[in-house]
Structure formats: C-alpha cells, structure tokens
C-alpha cells in the first residue's frame, strides 16, 4: 500500500487489513475531502431516499428545480397502492425567489397542490438555498396543516449541513413525529407483530422477506419505509419488535422507538442464503414460541432445497475469482463479504460512503488478509485497487459502473434503482446468477487485450 | 403496482410549482460543455450532493466514467466563505488529475452565499504561481436557468477567457461549429465525417465524440484522450465563419455571438441540422462560406433519406407527435416533423425565452391542424396537454417515459439524459444519415403501434355488434 499515492487528508480512510489495521483505526463518518471525487451525495439526498417510498405521500421539494430533477422517482420501490411519491413535485425556485425569499412560492404551492391530489401527508424538503435563504419551512408547513387539516411535515435537509448519514437521521426524525403512542389491542393479538425497517421494497425485495415472516407465522405491521402508507406507518409503535435491515438509515429511528415505547430491536440482514436463514431463526428465538421456531426451521429447510442446487451450481463456476464491493452503507458491505463467500468468492477491496465504526470494525474483523478497506473512497482510489487486487468483479452504484467496465471488471449493481430483488432467498439467486453473468460473459474473452491490435 | 391511480392534472399551470420536472439545474449543463474540451477537469464550487447527482445522471446516459470534483462545502465554508475549500479542491484535482484546464462551476449554495469563483480562482494563480489560463471559471447556479442555459453560458465563459486577442491569433480557412447539448458524441463524430470529406477545416466545440464516447482500450487513463484542443480554442477568433446550432434566443448568451462581437467572425445561428430543409440549409451555408459543395457521399446520402420519406410517408402523417425538453432539440425536431407530415400536437420546452416560442410558432404556423407550445414547463403539463390533443408518439429523453407509462404514448428516446436504455451516447439523428435513422425509428414506431393494436380495435369495435 506504501506506494499508492494518497490525496493529502485521505490516509487515514484507507487501510489494509493485517497491516495497520489493529493499531490505526479508519477514519469514517468525517466530511469528504474537497476535490477528492467522493461519490458521496448529500443531506436531502438521505432524507429524500428513506421517506420517497412513502408511497401515499405528496412529497414537493422546496428548491431550485435540479435537486428534485436528479431524485425524481430516483428508487425501484414497488408499492401496493396509492403512488403518489412516483410524481416528482417542486417548488422550482428562480433567481427571485433566493433574493426575496421563496415562502410565498411554498404556500402557494402547498394551496395548489394539497386539495388537488388530496394527499394523507405532505413531505416538504429543504434544499441547500432554502437553508441559507432562511425561509421558515416550519412556520409555512404549519399554516398549511392548519388549513388543510392533514400533517404537512417539514424535512430540514439542506444539502450542506452534513453528509447523507445526517438526512437519514432528519428522515427518521419526520417519521417518528407521525407514530401515535400504542393501541392496547397489542395485547389481543396471536400472531407475534413487528416492523421491518431499512427496507425500501426495492423490486419487490420487502414484499419477499414479508411473505416469509408470514409463513412463520409472524405479521408485519409496518415496513419503513417500502411499500408503506400513512395510516400504517401512524400505528407503528404497535409491535413487539422492530428488525432493521438498513442500518445506516434505521439505526437511528430503531433506537428512538426503543426509547418512547419500549419496542426492542434487532439488526439483520438478508443478504445471502447464510444471513437470511440466520436472520429469520433470530427472528423466532426472539418470540420464544416453539411452532414459530419450528416452522422457521422448516421455512429454512424448504427454501435451502429449492436454491441451494443453482447456488451450488454458480458457486463452481465463481470459485476463486475477486470480488471488490463499495457501497452506500457498512452493514451491506459485511454482508456481502459473507455472501460472496457463499459463491466460492473472495472479497478483496471493501469500502462505504457511510459506514460506521462498529460496521468498519466487524468488517477488520472479518475480512482476509491483505484486504484494502476504503471510507468514502473516489473513483481514482476505486481503480488503483481494483487492478493491484486483481479483483474480477465490482459491485458498487451507477456511478461506478462505466469505471469498472472500462477497466475490463465485471458489474453488479447494488443501489437504489436496481430493478430485481437481491434480498431473501430468491435474491440470493438472483444475485449470484448476476454475479455469474456478468464475470462469466464470453464477452470478456472476445475484448480482452483491448482494441489496439497492430496486426489488424 | 397501479399507475392509472395518477390522475391526469386539470387546470392551467401555476408558476409557483413544477409537477415532474422537464428539466434540470445550470452546472449540469455546465459539466457536459467542459468535458469537451481536451484535457478538462471539473470543479463544481458547493456541496458535495450536486456534484453526485450530476455525475450520477451523465454517467448513465453516456455509460462513461464522469470524474467531476467538488469542494464539498459544509456549513462552516457556509458560513464563512468557501475560498479555502475551494483552493483546496484544485490543489487536490490537479495532483490527481494533472489536467491542462480546470473548470469551476458553481452551484446555488455558492452562488447563494456570494462566492466569487473568478475572484478565488485568480487569487489561486497568484498564490500558486500558475497561469489564469488554466481555468475557465462560470458562476453557474442551479436556479439561474436549465442545464440547456447553463451548457450555452459556460460556451460563452470558455470563449470570452481563452480565446486569444487578434493580435496573438492568427487568421485561418477553418470554420467554427458550434453545437448545443444535445448533439450526440455520435452527432459529432457524424460532423466531423461530413466536414472531412468535404475537405473543410474546422474547429468542433464542444468536442465529446471521444471524451464521453471513449473507445475500450488496452489500459485505462483517468482523463480521456479527445476533446477540443486548448489551442484550437485559442485561435477560433481567428475563424473564417461560426456557424452554431441552436434555437433563437437571447444572443448575448451565445459563444459565437461574442466571437463575432470581439474578433468580427461572421456569425450564423441555425437549426440542428435534422430533417431534410435544416440539413440544406446547413450546406448552403457551409458554401457561402467556404465554396465548397457536399461530397458525393453525402449527396448520396440526401438521396436515400429523401427515398426513405417517400417510403415513410403514409405512415409517418399518421403520426401526431409531442416534442419535450430541451429548446435547441424541440426547435429542430419541430422543424423535421413537420417536414414528414408527423405534425406536432404537443411541443414543450424547458426553455424561459420568448423568442424559441415564438420560432417554434412561425414553423408550425402552416401546418393547419391545432399544436400548443408551452415554454418553461413540466411533464404535468406535456402529458394534459398530449391527451388532450390526441399525440400518437412522443420523442424526448427518457423522463417521458411516463407519457408511455401513464398515457400509452410510445417514446422515441433521444436527447439529453437517456438513462432506461442503453447507448444514448450512440444516437445520431443529425445530418441526412442521422435524420434517416431517425425517420425510421419514428415510422417504426407509429408501425408497431398500428400493428399491435388493430386486432383489438376492430374486434372490440365491430364483433359485438354482429354479436347483437
Ligand atoms: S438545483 Fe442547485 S442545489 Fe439543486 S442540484 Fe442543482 S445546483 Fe445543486
């Protein structure tokens, strides 16, 4: 690693794991260096992606027309119902607006589109110049909550103020402002109920994982924030459990939870055949209720027989190659260490935009030696280890793809526009049959060496 | 999932909201000029969000690698000014870059708080000992316009810093041609062939044939080859002709504007050349200028596309389109589907200049069927007013894939971004080939639209009456 040259203020974000790894600690959740080409978004980029699945919700951005243009319907979240949150609505601030303030526009706006679409509630994200224009959101947004009688809630996102991690926080801040304290119906109840969290129903991936829970015999009460509606999302204090998925972006209001009413919660992870199967038998030991635990065994056995012939299948064919993984939070990046082992791969480069301590610190703990470990890593860093660790295949977001394709590296997407499900069992499949067709395309073959070929 | 549960929007639209956005922010545009200049590197003054999602966008579109630098403002740079951020930024692009030009754009946070790039970046110069010409520095904020105005103002920022005074150029035969946004890399490599075989010098500005286009190689280099040379920039004030391709507008705007204000390069402004008539048009004037008449190649090429809308013809009247986005691509298609009898219902754009509405109007003023022109607009208004006019098919970029979703009007992708299909960067639509290519999509599309629907139609229509 001595000879890759670091941009000044980065060499503390990239370790090498057996080298330094005990005795200096990762840098993680500092801001990014400026003009280092972090791959990083920002404030309202978090908050707009944990509350967009709302799917019933009128979500308008208070800002200048490209923040919302770039996040329109920005994620593959399915949704049973209502789909509002797929129209992309704004405020569209001119050079006016900045000078005299854009309240007025807001109000008007609110009055315009409250009554048309009739929305259960409103999102309203600030953008980086409402923060700096001082328009009072809260003040706007209660007038109008007023007015209309429904909650018109405002997100203080403004892109400045921090990195993604903090929008995710501000994000968990509106929601929990919607959850009423719980019903006593809780206690009637046969079925153990919990809420899902971290969980975006990208391609359908929440509806899977709850057609499981249902199998075993628990209910979900509310999914945050795939696929989920006002009204469910109002009775979430109503659950025994709360399982996050996403702990990046539901850590936080998990905790919060805890806290006001007392609900316990318990990371997962369904990523992969090993962290599902484990996650659902965490899942039925926290009810402590023997046909639970044993229909959860048979759940696991059942689904084992119908994937583990074509994972088996891929996994021959995968052995040995490199996998190097950067992505957006540090509890997918261990999970997918672990699922590329279950495909005969190694992962030898890992890195997050947002990872924690204690993500980078189990990922130290896990990871191979020699493995490089990246926070907040740039597209140059990106290639340097990709090519001095021989990595075979990168899984990473849109962004990322051109550079691994150019660098003759396999792709898999793993971010937030994603079209097919990778989680549960059935996306394990789908992710290792990915994975096969993208490292085991004949295509590779054809343009390895590249096109400059002189005796042509 | 439900789709139909949206319902279409009532009402006129309100200027105090933009419901689906037809467009997208200053710096945006800014990023893809600056990437055609060989060797450019891109510093976006503001908060590290833009920068993502603009690079995010681009990236998809040309399936490239897009490195864009930020100086990730925070809130203290917020506050205090961000000139150290800034600084910082450049030192950092260029030990990993080492480009020949930095771009600096800025966005609505530093155009908000007052940061002065043209001020920071020289008093960067002074400190570091480096050249102002190294830089080309455009305030760009993202509420100032879209990214069409924001692409057109950084042309004009790169123009008026680096080309040379008269007495440092010097005069030749080549001609200046300037191109808008929406020119493909595939469109440029297109104009390059046509100018060649017709033995024409020129300079093409913005170039990204290559750098947005980069052909797979045996290794990999951060900054791609291509792009307009630094140095051919330097002398286009020493050109025979511009000739830029774009909607009217207000030209104190427009690069070749100042090229003939500053160094008296006779200027002409003219429609992307799609559709028979505008291509003419663009050779006529290309021998007004030089003399020089089009290769046979081409001449064979005006042939064929003149035999394909013969062939077409029947089918493409059976079209009625709406054009969206971006000005200076509505302006030309209006002109092309005119031309084919693929009269527009619908013709929307970005756009907040008068005089594009009022061009787009003097085009279809004949056509004697109703079409309603909307300047400055949303999607919520292109797919009210689609409906209500009756559109068939659609050609924009691929946020009107909602008119398909939502409304059953199949898309023809082109433009700026195309991000649910694969090879934006590859769609040449311009000059005779391209507008072959074109027409054909177009007929084909109106064709398998007819096909797939016409059992159904006639069957629903007539059987249960013979039923009865
Ligand atoms: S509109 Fe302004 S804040 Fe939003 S992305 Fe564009 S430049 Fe950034």
Redesign the pocket.
């Known amino acids: 690693m001595e000879d890759v040259v670091l941009l000044k203020g980065r060499e503390q974000f990239v370790r090498q794991k057996g080298e330094r790894h005990q005795t200096l600690p990762i840098s993680c959740g500092a801001e990014s260096v400026a003009g280092c080409v972090s791959q990083r978004a920002c404030v309202?980029c978090g908050a707009r992606v944990v509350l967009n699945p709302v799917a019933d919700a009128l979500h308008l951005v208070h800002?200048?027309?490209?923040?919302?243009?770039?996040t329109w319907d920005i994620r593959g979240s399915l949704n049973s119902g209502k789909s509002l949150y797929r129209e992309g609505f704004s405020t569209d601030l001119r050079e006016k607006d900045i000078i005299f303030g854009g309240e007025t526009k807001l109000a008007a706006a609110l009055d315009e589109l409250i009554p048309k679409y009739q929305p259960p509630v409103v999102f309203v994200y600030s953008?980086?110049?409402v923060g700096i224009i001082g328009d009072d959101l809260d003040a706007v947004c209660k007038a109008a909550a007023e007015k209309y009688g429904v909650p018109v809630l405002p997100v203080q996102s403004s892109?400045f103020v921090g990195t993604k991690s903090i929008g995710y926080q501000t994000a968990c801040d509106v929601l929990f402002k919607l959850i009423e304290p719980p019903t006593t119906k809780l206690l009637l109840r046969r079925r153990p109920v919990i809420n899902y969290l971290g969980d975006f129903n990208l391609a359908g991936e929440a509806w899977i994982i709850r057609s499981y829970l249902k199998k075993i015999g628990i209910d979900v009460n509310v999914v945050f924030t795939g696929d989920s509606r006002y009204e469910e999302i109002r009775r979430a204090a109503n659950a025994e459990l709360n399982i996050i998925q996403c702990a990046g972006s539901m850590f936080y209001l998990a905790q919060k939870l805890e806290e006001a009413y007392h609900i316990p919660f318990m990371q997962v992870s369904f990523l992969g055949v090993e962290d599902t199967a484990d996650s659902l038998r965490k899942i039925a030991r926290f009810t402590n209720d023997p046909g639970i635990i044993r229909r959860t065994e048979e759940v696991i056995a059942a689904e084992l027989r119908r994937v583990m012939p074509d994972i088996s299948g891929y996994r021959t064919a995968l052995s040995g190659k490199k996998a190097a993984v950067y992505v957006g939070g540090g509890f997918k990046a261990i999970s997918l260490i672990r699922q590329f082992r279950e495909i005969g791969m190694e992962v030898v480069m890992v890195g997050t935009q947002t990872g924690r301590r204690e993500d980078y610190e189990i990922i130290g703990d896990i990871a191979n030696d020699g493995t490089i470990i990246l926070d907040d890593a740039n597209p140059a860093e990106l290639e340097r280890f990709m090519l001095t660790q021989g990595a075979d295949l990168l899984v990473g977001g849109v962004k990322e793809r051109p550079l691994a394709y150019k660098l003759g590296i396999a792709f898999v997407d793993h971010n937030h526009d994603r079209k097919h499900p990778l989680a549960g069992f059935e996306g394990a499949v789908n992710f290792a049959h990915e994975v096969y067709t993208t490292i085991c395309s004949p295509v590779w073959n054809a343009v390895k060496g590249g096109v400059v070929r002189g005796d042509l | 999932m439900e789709i139909s549960d949206v319902p279409v929007q009532q009402g006129t639209q309100s200027r105090s909201i933009a419901e689906n956005p037809c467009n997208?922010?200053?710096?945006?545009g800014g990023i893809i000029a600056l990437k055609g200049i060989e060797g450019a590197m891109v510093i976006?003054h503001?908060?590290q969000?833009?920068s993502t999602?603009?690079r995010r966008h681009i990236a998809e579109h040309f399936d490239e690698p897009v490195d864009v630098g930020s100086s990730s403002l925070n809130e203290k740079g917020t506050i205090y000014g961000g000139s150290d951020q800034l600084k910082t930024a450049i030192d950092n692009i260029r030990k990993a870059y080492d480009p020949a030009v930095i771009g600096v754009l800025?966005?609505?946070?530093a155009e908000t708080t007052g940061e002065d790039v043209h001020r920071i970046v020289e008093e960067y110069c002074r400190e570091r000992g480096v050249s102002r010409s190294m830089f080309i520095t455009a305030p760009?904020?993202?509420?100032g316009g879209s990214h069409g105005d924001g692409y057109w103002y950084t042309l004009r920022c790169v123009v008026e810093q680096l080309v040379l005074p008269l007495e440092q150029a010097t005069p030749h035969e080549g001609v200046n041609i300037i191109v808008p946004i929406t020119f493909s890399p595939a469109d440029v490599r297109e104009m390059k062939r046509t100018l060649s075989a017709m033995d024409i010098p020129y300079t093409i500005f913005p170039d990204i044939s290559e750098t947005m286009d980069r052909p797979y190689g045996a290794t990999y280099t951060k900054m791609s080859s291509g792009g307009t040379p630094v140095a051919v920039l330097h002398n286009m004030g020493g050109a025979k002709a511009t000739i830029e391709f774009g909607s009217p507008g207000d030209e104190r705007k427009f690069p070749g504007k100042y090229l003939e204000e500053k160094f008296g390069v006779p200027y002409y402004r003219i429609a992307s050349p799609i559709g028979l008539v505008q291509t003419d048009e663009f050779f006529s004037l290309l021998k007004k200028i030089t003399g020089k008449s089009m290769a046979h190649e081409t001449a064979a090429e005006r042939g064929r596309l003149m035999d394909a809308m013969i062939d077409g013809h029947k089918h493409a009247f059976s079209g009625r389109c709406t054009l969206f986005g971006d000005a200076d691509l509505t302006y030309a298609l209006a002109g092309f589907t005119t031309e084919i009898g693929m009269y527009p219902r619908v013709i929307a754009s970005d756009s907040r200049n008068r005089h594009w509405k009022e061009a787009v109007s003097a085009i279809t003023a004949d056509i004697g069927e109703p079409v309603t022109i909307f300047s400055d607009t949303d999607f919520g208004t292109v797919r009210r007013e689609s409906e209500i006019g009756g559109s068939n098919i659609a050609i924009g970029h691929s946020d009107g894939k909602y008119l398909e979703e939502h409304s059953g009007i199949p898309l023809v992708r082109l433009g700026f971004p195309i991000h649910d299909r694969i090879g934006g960067q590859r769609i040449c639509s311009t000059l005779y080939a391209g507008t072959n290519r074109l027409l054909d999509t177009c007929v084909n599309t109106l064709l398998e639209r007819k096909f797939s629907t016409y059992r159904k139609r006639m069957y629903d229509q007539y059987f249960p009456q013979i039923e009865r």
């Open positions: 309202y800002g200048p027309i490209g923040c919302a243009s770039y953008t980086c110049v892109g | 997208m922010c200053m710096p945006m976006l503001g908060s969000g833009c999602y603009m800025t966005t609505c946070l760009t904020p993202g509420y």
